[in-house]
Structure formats: C-alpha cells, structure tokens
C-alpha cells in the first residue's frame, strides 16, 4: 500500500532567483537547506524558461563571481544541472499579475499562478510585501491568489518542517 502524501510534499512551491543564488554560494545556509529539501521530495518546486535565464544569467555576472570566488564554471554547471532536474517545468505562463513597483518580480508572482503554487520563497522585500502589505498592490494580489503566500527562506523551512512534523 502506497504512503500517502504528507501536506508539505503535495505543496508547490516558486524560488526567486535569490534563494537559488544563495543556495549556490553558501552550503548550510537556509536557502541551502530550502534546495535540499526539494531534492528530498518534501515539496514540488516549480520554475519556468524565465527562472532558469535569469539564474544561468545571474551565476555568470563578472561582478557576481568576483563577489562570490566559489563560483567557477565547473560549479555553476554543475549546479544549473542540479536546479534543472528538481525542477517542474511550466510552459505556460501568461501574464496574470502586474508589479508595477518592480517588473522583474513578475515572472516569478505569473509563475506561482500558472503553476497553481502555494508559496513563493523569496527574501525580496517586493515580493515578500505582497503577502503583508496594506498597499494597492498587494491587498489585490490577496484578494485575486488568496492560496499565494509568500515566505523568506527561514519562515518557509520552519513552516515545511511543521507540516513534516505533525504527518510522522
């Protein structure tokens, strides 16, 4: 008989670009641990052809590697390729939701919604305030994904680890 799944595994879940740049530049950390988690299968983690550009873009930066000396070809390789196989690739992305304060947020809010996500990990304040903010914006976002919550890496490893916890 099959182990059904537990809450936190049948969730779907967006990264932004950050959390995957500090998975990859610091082993341990929280967006580390966020990565590790999707490998292990606790939560399906969703990207799109944007997510993946703007990272591959983002990890090759001059002034990203100078910043971060671990950053070596061989890594980045390696780490894209590791992003790419956890990953659910969605195709099909229109644009539902505009940020007018910050656009590059929006593939990663269209993302969420395409891919019927449940939460979007991010430690960008823009994105972040969506879930909290009492601002046009955001009290829109609420009212029209109300099941979209946004999280920092912390909030959403302890909220991950809660739902694991209650299923054991």
């Known amino acids: 008989m099959a182990k059904s799944a537990s809450p936190a595994a049948t969730r779907r879940v967006v990264f932004d670009c950050n959390v995957y740049l500090q998975a990859a530049v610091r082993d341990g ?7 590790e988690l999707a490998e292990a299968g606790s939560f399906t983690l969703l990207a799109s052809a944007d997510v993946f550009a703007e990272l591959a873009d983002v990890l090759s930066r001059p002034s990203v ?7 070596k070809d061989e890594h980045v390789d390696a780490y894209l390729q590791r992003v790419y196989k956890l990953a659910e690739l969605v195709t099909a992305i ?3 939701f505009v940020i007018p304060r910050d656009p590059k947020d ?5 993302l969420a919604i395409a891919g019927k996500a449940d ?6 304040n823009d994105l972040l ?19 979209i919550q946004v999280l920092d890496p912390v909030e ?13």
Do not use: M, Q
């Open 129 to 147: 305030s969506l879930s909290s903010a009492d601002d046009e914006v955001s009290s829109d976002f609420r009212a029209h994904h109300p099941g």
């Open 106 to 110: 929006e593939p990663y809010i269209n």
């Open 156 to 168: 959403f490893l302890r909220e991950i680890r809660s739902d694991s916890s209650r299923t054991d």
């Open 94 to 96: 229109p644009s539902a």
């Open 119 to 124: 939460l979007i990990v991010s430690r960008d």
């Open 65 to 71: 590697r100078r910043k971060f000396t671990a950053l």
């Open 29 to 35: 950390g929280p967006a580390f641990a966020c990565v």
